[in-house]
C-alpha cells in the first residue's frame, strides 16, 4: 500500500533524478549498439525507466505477441537482461516493486537513476553485506514490537547501495532482529518471522522519515539510513 504524502515526497525526489539529460541517453543508446544490454549480474544496470509513453510489455520479445500491460513515461523496471530478435534489441523487464514480467523494446528505456542521483549497475549486494554484519551507518530508530504498544528505542545498522537500494537490520531490546529491504529508495518487504512473512505492510515517507509498519510491528527511521540524499 503506498500513500498520497510518500508520492508527494519521494516521487517527486525520484522523478526529479531519473531522466538522463539527452546527451547522456544518447551516450548510453550508442554503448550498447554492438550487443544488447546485459542484465545486472553480468555488470548491467539494475534497472531501466521508461522513455516512451504507453509502452507495451508483450509476452515474448515481439511486436506481435501478447501485451500485458502499458507502461507509463517515468515508470521504472528491473532489468532483466536484454536479446535480439527479429532485429531488434527486447529487454526482459518487470516492475521494480514485482508482479509479471515480460519484453519492451530498448529503444523505449535508459538506464534509471536512483533517488541518490546514481544509475546503479551489478547486482545489489546490501542483504549480502548485512548477513556478514558490514554496515555502512548505525543508528537508533523509534520501534515497538507488538500491536499497540508505546513507540520504545532500537538499535538499525543498515547496508546501502547505489540507487537507493538497502537492508536495515533493527535490533529490538529483547534481541530479536528484523531485516526491512528497500529498492529504488521504496520500502518493498521485511525478513519473515514466526509471526509474519514480512509481505503485510504499509508505509510513508515525510520530512525524510519513513514511518511502517509490518505485520504487528512498526519502525520510524531517517531516510539516511537509506541512502544519502
Not at 10 to 19: E, F, G, P
Amino acid at each position: 500500500m503506498y500513500f498520497s504524502c510518500l508520492r508527494a515526497s519521494l516521487a517527486l525526489t525520484i522523478m526529479a533524478s531519473l531522466t538522463l539529460s539527452a546527451g547522456s541517453a544518447s551516450l548510453a543508446q550508442t554503448a550498447f549498439e554492438a550487443k544488447p544490454p546485459v542484465a545486472p549480474e553480468e555488470g548491467g544496470p539494475r534497472r531501466w525507466v521508461v522513455v516512451g509513453a504507453d509502452v507495451q510489455l508483450q509476452s515474448k520479445p515481439s511486436s506481435a505477441a501478447e501485451v500485458i500491460r502499458l507502461f507509463e513515461k517515468g515508470e521504472i523496471l528491473s532489468n532483466d537482461g536484454c536479446q535480439e530478435a527479429g532485429h531488434q534489441i527486447w529487454c526482459n523487464v518487470r516492475s521494480f516493486r514485482g508482479g509479471r514480467g515480460g519484453f519492451v523494446g530498448f529503444q523505449n528505456l535508459q538506464p534509471a537513476r536512483g533517488p541518490d542521483g546514481i544509475v546503479p549497475m551489478g547486482v545489489d549486494d546490501s542483504r549480502r553485506r548485512a548477513g556478514k554484519r558490514d554496515f555502512d551507518a548505525k543508528s537508533k530508530i523509534a520501534c515497538a514490537q507488538e500491536r499497540g504498544q508505546a513507540l520504545g528505542s532500537c538499535e538499525a545498522a543498515t547496508a546501502q547501495s547505489d540507487g537507493g537500494d538497502a537492508t536495515v537490520v533493527v535490533t529490538f531490546p529483547n534481541g530479536f532482529q528484523r531485516k526491512l529491504y528497500f529498492i529504488h529508495g521504496e520500502f518493498v518487504r521485511a525478513s519473515a518471522t514466526m509471526s509474519g512473512v514480512g509481505t503485510d505492510f504499509a508505509w510513508n515517507l515525510t520530512d525524510d522519515l519513513y514511518s511502517i509498519r509490518v505485520d504487528d510491528q512498526r519502525f520510524e527511521l531517517p531516510i539516511r539510513l537509506v541512502f544519502e540524499d
